[in-house]
Structures are given as C-alpha cells and as structure tokens.
C-alpha cells in the first residue's frame, strides 16, 4: 500500500521531472530488446520458411539417399525401389543452373524427375501442365514446370537456362506446387539428356515400407549386390538440421551483440537510478525515519527499476516486430549472412518468444536496479540526514574478482557447444564482471601509496581520500567507461585483427591479374562451367601469359552437416599458392596430397601427416590411391565456414575424370592492357557460347576482388563500429549521471570547502580532476580487460563459431586514440557535471542547516 | 584587491539585502575590532545567518559595504573573495560541517595545508585543546555531535583567523558541551585577538559577548 503510494507521487514526480533521463533508460532496454527479438524473428521465419519448402518438396519422403560426392548411378534405383523395404521411390537429378532474365541471372534450381513415380512421395513437384499444352508435356525434352517464386520472375514462354558454357532454350508447359526460392521441374531423362548426365540421378526419395526404419532398410539394402560404399543416408528433417547450422553462428553472433545492447540498457537504468536515490538520499533516509524499513526502500527502488524494464521491454517487443518485418521486406530473409539466398518468407510472431524476450529486457532492467535499491536499502537514516550517509567502503576484497577472473580464464578453454562458444561468451561475460569488480579492490590497495605521494597537496588530498573512502561507489561510477572502453577495445582489435588477417589471406589467394568464374554460386558448380575447349581458347588469348584453371565442386562428408567444398588446382609450390598454417608434409609414394581448410581440423578430425579416410571411397571410387589422401597441411580459409579441400588438379582428374573448370585466374603478358585482355576474354566467351551476352560470368582483376572484398568486409563490420561509438556514448552517460549523483551528494562538501576559501576554480578543479583521475584509471582497466576480452574472441570465439584463426593485431594508435577520448570526455563530462557544484546555491548548501 | 587597513577587522556599511522584491534587511551597520566578540540575536528568519554570508563575501547584498580587514568585499571578484576567506575567516556551522572523508587530524590541518602553512605540532595543539586528543585517525562517522563540533572547532582556530563567524556553534550540543565550545571560541578572542561575531539564541551564550545586537528588517540595535 506504502509502496503504491510512494510510485504514484515520488516516483512520478522523479520522473515528470527528468523525462529525458529515464528515456535514455527506456530507449537502451527498447534497442536491446528489439534487437534480440528481430534477430530471433526473422531467423525463426526464414528458417521455418526453408523448413516448410523441404517439407513441400520432400513430402512423404521419410529418406533420401545422397552421394557423398558427385552423382548417384540410376541402376541404383531399381535395387532400391524393389526393396521390400520401400513403399514408394522417386529418382531425382538435382542441379542449380543460372536462368537469363533480362540481361542478368538468377539462381535456378532445376530438378529432373520420373513424373509416374513422384506423386507417390513428393507430390509438391508434380507437373501441372498449362491448360492447352501439349498432352505429353510432362515427359517432352527441354520443358520445364515452374513454381511460384520461378513463374513470378521468370514467368514467360520460353527461359534460357545455362548448361556448362552454353546457354539452351527451355518451354514454360506448366507449374509445380512447392514453394521456396525459383524451382524447375522436368523430365528426369530429359534432363539427364539436356545437361549431358546421361545415367546420373543426384538422389532418390524414399517412403519406407511399414515396420521398416533407416536402419533396417540400410542393413536390408547392403546385403544387396552393386550396392555402393558410401552413400549418404538421411531423414528429411535433417535437411532443416543442416540449414539451421549454416547460420547458427552468424545468428548467435548477432543474438550477442543484441545481449551487449541490452547489458548497456541495464547500465543506464543502473545510472538513472543511481542518479536518482543520490538525489531522494534524503527523502529516503526521512521516511526511513517515519518508518519505511530497508526492505521497502529496497522494493521501492526495484519496483522503478522494473517499470523501467516493463515499459522498455514492451516497446522493445513492438519495435522488434517491425524491425523484424521490415528486414524480411528488405533482405527477403537473409539476416545478411547470405545463408538464405532466394526467400521472401512472411513474418512469424511467436508469443512465447516475445514474452521470453520481454522477461530478458525486465531482468535486464532489474539487474541495472538492483545496486541502487540496495543502496537505498542500506542508508543510514539518521547519519544521512546529517549528511554523513555515505558508505565507508568495503575491505576492498580483490579475491572474488580473481575468482571471477580465473574463472573467465579457465571457461575460454572450454570446447564449443553444438557449435556455440558458449564457454567464451560467458568468459567475456565473467572477465568484464570480473575486472570491473576489482576495481575497489585495485583502489584498496593503491589508496597508501597515493596519499604517500600526494598526501602533501590539499586538493589532491581531498581526491585521494574520498577515492580511498569510497571507492565503491567512485568505481562503480567508472564502471561504465570500463565496461564500454573494454567492449570498444575488444572490437576494435578482434576487427583490426581479423581485417590485418583478410589482408594477408588475399594477398595469398589472389596471385593474378585477372580472374574468371562460370557463376557466382558454388551450387550451380557441377552445371554451369568453362568447357575445355574454352579454357585453351582463352588460354591462347593476346596478352595472356597463363592460365590457372580451378574445379570447384561440394562433397558431403557426413549427414546432417553441411556440404564442404572440393577445389581441384595446379599444386606444384603449394607453399606459394596456399595460405599455409605450417611447412607442407612430405607425401609417401601411392598417397595423394590434400591440403584442408581449419574447419576440417574441427569438423572431421583431419590433421597433417595423417590420412583423411572421410574421402577414402568418396573419390576415384574404384581407381583411390593405394596409400590414401594424405593430409599434406592445413590452410587458412575465410570464405568457407564448413570446410574446403584442395587437391591438385592432375589427382583429381585422374580419380573422377572430371574435367570441368569453375574459376579462372590469368596472368597478363608484360605490357597487356588489362581492359584489352577483358574485352577480348568477353568476346572469345560470347563467340564459344553463340551469344551475345557473358551474363552471369565474373570477371574482375585481382585488385578489384581485394577492394570489393574489403568494402564487404568494411561493411560487415560496421555496425561493429556504431555499437562502439553506442558503448562509449553510454558509458560517458553513466559517468555523467555517476557524477551528478556525487555532486548533489557532496553538495554540503562543496559548499563547506567554499567556507573555508577554496576558490570556484579549486572545487571545479577538484571535481574534474577525480574525473580524470577515474576516468584514467577506467580507461586504463578497460584497455587491459579489452585486451584479454579480444584474445577471447580472436583466439576462442572466432576459431569455435566460424573455425577459423587470425592474427592477435593491436592497433597501438587507435587503441590509444580511443583511450585518449574517452578520459578527454569522462573529465569533460565530469567538469561539466561539477559546475554546478561550485555555483552559489551548491555553496549555500551549508546554509540548509543554518 | 585593495587593502585599507584600519582599526575595523569587520565593517558593515549601510547593508541592504532584499530577496526578490521581499526586503530582508536595510541599514545594517557594524564595526568589530580585533579581540571584540559581538552576539547577533533576532528571531528566526530575519536574516542573522545572511548576514554572515555577506561579511564572509558568501552571499551577495543589494546597497552597503563590507570590510573584511581592510579590504572590500565589494569590489572583489569571487576568487579574490575566496583567499580573504582562506586566510581571514574561521567559520563555525550549528550542523558541525566537517569533510566526511578525511579523519579528524586531517580535517583539522585543511586550513593550514590549503595556505601552505603545514603545522603538524599547531594541529595537535589544537586537538589536545578540544580535548580530541586519541580520536585523530577516526573518521567523522565514528564521532558523536559534540566530538564532531570540536573538530570544527578546531578547524576553525587553526589557522590563527583574524574573524570568526560562528553561527549557533551550540544550538545541537549538550550545556556541558556547548560550554567547552563557547570557551573555546572566547579564548581565541581574548588570547590570539581574532574578532568573533556570534549568531545566537542562546540567552547564555549571549550574555559573554561584548556587546549583544538585535537583528530586525531595520537592521542592528543594541539588545
């Protein structure tokens, strides 16, 4: 009842008094919420979108059988569908090729089909033929069966779709019912007829007998003979499984910086509070006086403290929604990871997730109030209203904080959980707890030597004690230009770090002048390529000097995990062409050297020196090398997440004669005009493939891809960059307010020090040189405790999320420049806040006694 | 600054102080020598502490002058204002201010660091005098009322203030103690020559003044 009546008049009034105060407050919860729930919305939406376009297209597909690499032999089909095991069966050849539209590409994937078969287990691709086509439609060559994604933006006649270097004309007859990104559906022969993959299926779906599992119908399959060693497989909600993987780290990593948002909103309600119990000492200490116990004053300050985190949360959630819809208007589901290329999936609210999300903002709020409530809690009624409520300072022990420390150590050791560092996000989290409690305890223990050595001056006395009296609350008016410089810090050198480390990868991996790829995507590999005949043109162009050719195709090591990448390449200085960890291994006659990506280290267990059976009977099936593949050392690669092999070029032709080329780098002759070479490329393309467009083909110099590179990166890492500029802009508002707070406090000090002759300037100078002094020291710990925050991330963090490593790279001068800014403004900030400390109403202070 | 020095350590001339269009004193006039002790009584709110913030250069008036040895608070600026304070003045609150975050001894030694003048054997003196010898290194947390005005006490007479202005230095203290104070104030009057003037409602307290004045909205009358 006491504690409504004091929200509904002294709470309100704080309020109605600092509007803009609490709003700041208000506006981090809102962000910080809204940010995690945007997050988590458009993720959940375009991965329940990704999901129902599986389901739709797998149906009542309960397996499919996959290779691990390549294609699957169509004998292989009648073995399975007359399995007793198997209902029903349905051959699939899958391929993504590019389709022209306009003059430029889009992403299509085309998938052959036996037409009699697939309504028995994937009835969504089912060929609708237009009324009027021809009645043999679903079987005729070169004709094709749209979507609704393809029909909206391909929707003609006729489409030019890509087969190898060469563009072939298709009929529109008609529609299939799955949904998901463009999908073509055709004739399964025809398709193996139109793409030259005569006898190749990429999968067959699969509807289990009843009482059969994929276990039984494995076992039941390989007693079979002709059945093949490895195939893959796998249950049709593993497909999901992959997807969600592909961007788990990319979401989480998002999730944390939204956490981070949310942690400086608990820092402002923290401020505001704090702010505002300094304030109301001395209405508190009266009604503690009348009667209000310390467990009242404490729920009163907690109860602000959540209306704070409930308004917040609540507007957080609203805002969260529409951010969430106008990102999936914008992006079309694609977080900007580019893990869902092609989707435009609808906005799907979840209210348990938003009251989970609202509960994290009220926590959030709460936390931030929990210290100014206990502080609130703890005065001393009568000592305060006699302007002595202030506390003495703890003992100052720095042992919990080592602990906390230690603990944060010791947790960056651990493993990734199901692929999230989770041990070293709460190592992140324990360091900053960590360092920022220990501070007091640093001051503890500094405070004898500083009055030794500056026990002589008066004002620097008068700054020494109160910081050695009450350090408590001097530290945790820093806490915030800690816990921002330190946030600020890591960013800083884990993106420094991480840009130094690109740099160095693509001055590795980009040796030409030029370079040239069949398509953008990795998908469309295995469809849309540079045909021999080509490549010699190309080679034999003026002003070329060389040509080297790349292969670049996907295997699947294990179900359920996402597809990594094989790249087949001239390796005879593997040292020079390769951004090799370590010196290469020395291969044994009948082994075949294979050079992998760090994911692979974590992913499949490959390390050097040793083989890498995952392959063995993965590739060359009937004709591997007698000695295995050899891992010969192990890359950096920052383009590809789940894993790539490099093989040399000679092995893998001679294992899968597979002769395709992807990608093309090429070395200018001395003296070529490279624009000259362009064009010329351009025109021996276009006159290879018959036509008068090269959409779809990249061509870039080397010096382009790096710039185009690094503006992506730049880009990236932006918001890195305004999450900073945030951190610090809060962290100086906490200083602010933590000043304030101390000058209404120390207002009768002030006023007395006036009494007794120090000028205006002397207690300005007193106020802004504790604001120095502090401010130093914050920003001083925050540097160090950024430092070890970014070994965290540079060293943990990125290795277990994307598995990859960089170089630790501390850009002195900016670190530097940004501690230096933040002391010029936390003393700017807390001069500012002191002017009024030494104005004549603050030195009349004395006189409220008089 | 200018220094006129005269047989006044504190003049007031013609003071007119008025809050607003509120008049809260007019026409207040007063001389104190060195070694005087004056008593300022009047009823609550007439303006008797005001009054000492104007002698102090603490607050600002509408008409008059102010002499603070010899030198006008008038035409001084407020730093110059703040060092005639450092070097003359000793104040003495009822609400015995003290620095809660410097110990006893330090708060007492303030005066004479922030005027270079470090005196540990002067501060010591001035403790045994104030009877808080023992208590030095506590902090003013750990004093009771009494023990917190003898600090202040001390803090005042330190530096050896040419005027000090106490105002109800006993109005919260027990007789006893309040006896100890006044004594205390009255010695450094007789003994250094500081000017003392006293604002009061102590009839006691009063009655060992040189002379006892009335404040009123007319300004100072004799009692």
Partial sequence: MALRYLLRTVSWQELRHHPWRHAAALVAVMLGVALAFSVHLINASALGEFSQATRTASGQADLELRPSFSTLDENLYPLVAGSTAVEAASPVLEMTTQALVGDRTVALRLLGIDALRVGQVTPALVPRAHEGAPRLAWFAPATVFLNSSAAQQMGSATLQVQAGDRRIEVQVAGTVAAGGPPLAVMDLGAAQDLFGRLGEISRIDIRLAPGHDRESALRLWQTQAGWPDK?????????????????????????????????????????????????????????????????????????????????????????????????????????????????????????????????????????????????????????????????????????????????????????????????????????????????????????????????????????????????????????????????????????????????????????????????????????????????????????????????????????????????????????????????????????????????????????????????????????????GFLVAGIWRDYARQFGAIVIDEADYQRLTGDRRVNDLAIWLAAGADEKKVQAELRSRVRAHNGSQTVAGLEMASSTQIRAISMQVFDRSFAVTYWLQAVAIGIGLFGVAASFSAQVLARRKEFGLLAHLGLTRQQILGIVAGEGLAWTAAGALAGLLLGLAVAVVLVHVINPQSFRWTMDLYLPVLRLAALGGAVIVAGTLTAWLAGRSAASRQAVMAVKEDW | MSAAPGPWVVQVQDLAKRYGASPVFESVNLQVGAGQFVAVVGDSGVGKSTLLNCMAGLDTWDAGQVQLCGHSLQTARDDERALLRRQYVGFVFQAFHVLPHLDVRQNVALPLMLLKRDDPRRVQAMLEAVGLQGLESRLPQQLSGGQLQRVAIARALVHRPSVLLADEPTGNLDPRTAGLVMQALIDQTRCEGSALVLVTHSEQAASRADRVLRLSANGLEPA
């Fill in chain 1, 231 to 627: 195939i893959l497989v796998a249950q049709a909600q593993e497909t999901a499984s992959r997807i969600s993987q592909l961007s788990r780290a990319y979401r989480v990593n998002l999730t944390v910086l939204a956490l981070v948002a949310l942690f400086t909103g608990a820092f402002l309600v923290f401020s505001v509070l704090w702010l505002g119990v300094a304030k109301r000492a001395g209405q508190l200490a009266l009604l503690g006086v009348l009667g209000l116990s310390a467990s009242q004053r404490l729920r009163w300050v907690l109860c602000e403290s959540l209306f704070l985190g409930a308004v917040g949360s609540a507007a957080g959630l609203a805002l969260g929604t529409a951010l969430a819809a106008l990102g999936l208007e914008l992006l079309g589901g694609d977080l900007g990871g580019g893990y869902f290329p092609g989707t435009q999936p609808s906005l799907q609210w979840s209210t348990l997730a938003a009251l989970a999300y609202g509960a994290l903002g009220v926590l959030a709020a709460a936390v931030g109030g929990w210290w100014p409530a206990r502080a609130a809690a703890a005065l001393p009624p009568a000592q305060t209203l006699k302007g002595l409520g202030l506390s003495t300072g703890g003992p100052g022990r720095l042992l919990p904080s080592l602990l906390l420390l230690l603990a944060g150590g010791l947790l960056a050791l651990l493993p990734p959980v199901h692929g999230v560092a989770l041990g070293a996000y709460l190592a992140v989290a324990l360091l900053l707890i960590g360092g920022i409690t220990a501070l007091p305890g640093l001051v503890a223990w500094a405070h004898p030597l500083a009055r030794r050595i500056l026990g002589h001056w008066p004002l620097a006395l008068l700054a020494v004690e109160r910081a050695g009296r009450v350090r408590e609350t001097a530290a945790i008016s820093v806490s915030g230009v800690v816990a921002a410089l330190s946030l600020a810090a890591a960013l800083t050198i884990m993106v420094s770090s991480f840009r130094m480390s690109v740099n160095q990868w693509l001055d590795s991996v980009l040796p030409a002048d030029l370079y040239l790829r069949s398509s953008q995507s990795l998908a469309a590999a295995d469809t849309v390529y540079f045909e021999p005949a080509l490549v010699a043109q190309l080679r034999a162009a003026p002003g070329v000097d060389r040509v080297e050719a790349l292969r670049v195709t996907t295997l699947t090591l294990q179900t359920g995990r996402p597809a990594i990448s094989l790249i087949a390449r001239e390796l005879k200085e593997p040292r020079r062409s390769l951004p090799l960890l370590d010196e290469p291994q020395t291969v044994p006659p009948g082994a075949v050297a294979v050079y992998v990506s760090e994911a692979m280290v974590d992913l499949y267990g490959a390390r050097p020196g040793q083989r890498l059976k995952a392959l063995e009977g993965v590739l060359g099936r009937g004709s591997e090398p007698a000695a």
